[in-house]
């Protein structure tokens, strides 16, 4: 049998340890921003779109939201408002800065009832990239610019059937001819450089010297973002961005340096993280 003292001790010792388990319980919290709602009986610019806000610790040890997958969204009359191709396309992450302590991202979903109100329940997982290097979301490929026209060579990238090509204008019409005149002879190229430079691809190609545009074959959609350092790993500061399917240009004030890095923001497995969220009686426009 325990002594009172024995029995104090141990209270003690249960109370201390409470706030050790509630710091390691990392919580988000969920509420809603901008709503917009544009119903017609036609099909044409009908959406619904709701802004999602995620604070809390995980938000703020998060980098950006990945993905939203949705379980449930009904409005009051009952009418299911998940979209049928309820994909990566039904989520736009548009706030990666969560200086502020909160993650944005907006959810597209079908046009409520005409008589709706509310938007009765929404519910689901959102996943969350937070990219190391140790967790592998943040690779660094050195001398990114020395290499034109050329597949980027890396394990991690490989892994993923990730395809990373530098190019410029000049590169790219000189390779072109080059395979042109190797499938002449009856030589077979890759799939990538079968799909690169052949057809339109080409009238998107700048010859622009202050940027950066790279072709990105990533069949799983695991390439986040690329950005880019000089080769002491200061950052490039990039005034415009441009993508388009698997063409992404990016352009600075000046020439970017010989020695450029680029890192690239893998979403792997171990960079990402899910939590439940749950919003309920939101209020339609």
Avoid: W
């Avoid at 009856?186 to 010859?207: I, N, P, R, V, Y």
């Avoid at 399917?245 to 680029?262: G, I, N, W, Y």
């Amino acid at each position: 049998m325990k002594t009172s003292k024995q029995l104090v001790q141990l209270c003690l010792g249960v109370l201390l340890s409470l706030p050790a388990i509630a710091n390691a319980q990392t919580t988000i919290q969920t509420s809603v921003g901008d709503v917009t709602d544009n119903r017609t009986t036609g099909s044409f610019n009908a959406e619904c779109t709701v802004e999602l806000k995620f604070t809390g610790d995980a938000a703020m040890d998060a980098g950006t939201v990945h993905k939203i997958r949705l379980s449930e969204a009904t409005d009051e009359a009952g009418h299911d408002l998940i979209l049928k191709d309820n994909d990566d396309s039904a989520t736009h992450s548009f706030d990666s800065d969560n200086s502020s302590g909160a993650l944005k991202a907006e959810v597209k979903l079908r046009n409520p009832s005409r008589s709706a109100n509310t938007i009765k329940i929404l519910k689901g997982e959102v996943e969350l990239f937070k990219p190391t290097e140790a967790n592998g979301g943040l690779l660094t490929i050195t001398n990114i610019l020395q290499h034109p026209a050329e597949p980027v060579q890396n394990a991690a990238l490989a892994k993923y059937g990730i395809q990373i090509i530098y190019l410029t204008k000049e590169s790219y019409e000189a390779k072109k001819k080059e395979i042109e005149a190797q499938q002449n002879t009856g030589q077979k190229m890759g799939a990538a450089f079968g799909e690169l430079f052949t057809g339109m691809f080409g009238s998107m190609m700048s010859d622009s010297k202050n940027s950066i545009q790279m072709y990105v074959k990533d069949p799983d959609k695991r390439v986040v973002g690329l950005k880019f350092t000089d080769g002491q790993g200061k950052p490039l500061e990039s005034n415009e961005s441009m993508s388009s399917d698997d063409f992404k240009s990016t352009s600075f004030d000046t020439p970017p340096p010989a020695d450029t890095r680029m890192i690239v923001q893998l979403a792997t497995p171990e960079s990402l993280k899910s939590y439940p969220f749950k919003v309920e009686n939101i209020p339609l426009p």
